[in-house]
Nanobody, 122 residues
């Protein structure tokens, strides 16, 4: 099952965006879901994740205090609220999921979709 990320766009430095991650036909109930990003010319990196069992959250140091991951099981959607955006946050953002607890390695996750582009202008 591929996940669909949406909500990206162009925003000025200091602005906010909320990304959504949806899985059609399947729930996130027993999956840990992660947000990752890939800037031009760079490798895909971990941004945030939410643990399936207790909703505990984990963040990369680069986004901690500015991004918030959450999920709405009734809507079968995971969100990434991004505040105080910086030009270095410019990237394609992807969501993916895995069984079990949170890890930061991208190779552990599946269900990668197309991603959504976030561009932060200076």
């Amino acid at each position: 099952v591929q996940l669909q990320a949406s909500g990206g766009g162009l925003v000025q430095t200091g602005g906010s965006l909320r990304l959504s991650c949806a899985a059609s036909g399947r729930t996130f109930g027993t999956y840990t879901t992660g947000w990752f990003r890939q800037a031009p010319g760079k490798e895909r990196e971990f941004a945030a994740a939410i643990n399936w069992s207790d909703d505990s959250t984990y963040y990369a140091d680069s986004v901690k205090g500015r991004f918030t991951i959450s999920r709405d099981n009734a809507k079968n959607t995971v969100y990434l609220q991004m505040d105080s955006l910086k030009p270095e946050d410019t990237a394609v953002y992807y969501c993916a999921r895995k069984r079990g607890g949170v890890v930061r390695r991208t190779a552990e996750y599946t269900g990668w979709g197309q991603g959504t582009l976030v561009t932060v202008s200076s």
